[in-house]
């Protein structure tokens, strides 16, 4: 029984983690897209903006793609801490 409350609250605070990081990465993407943006205005800004936030994206799937194939056969742990220092780099 304990067992089952223990792995309960484990999931119950992943459920709430996975969104605040989200979050802090979108936020640093804003303000990166956003000091580059400075001096434009109206349509050009939002254009700008639009394109940023979604090269962004791209590249962190693509960095993910090409991590995932290099991590290769790893499992576990290994992986884990290979994936997060390949993404990192």
Known sequence: MKKLLALAMVG?????ATPVLAQNAQ?????VCNTQAAGKKGDE???????????EKVSQQEKMKACNTKAGDRNG?????FMSQCLKG
Do not use: I, N, P
């Open 77 to 81: 742990d290994e992986r884990k801490a």
């Open 12 to 16: 119950a605070f992943a459920v709430v």
């Open 45 to 55: 800004r939002k254009k700008f903006m639009s394109e940023c936030l979604s090269a």
């Open 27 to 31: 936020q640093e993407r804003m303000k």
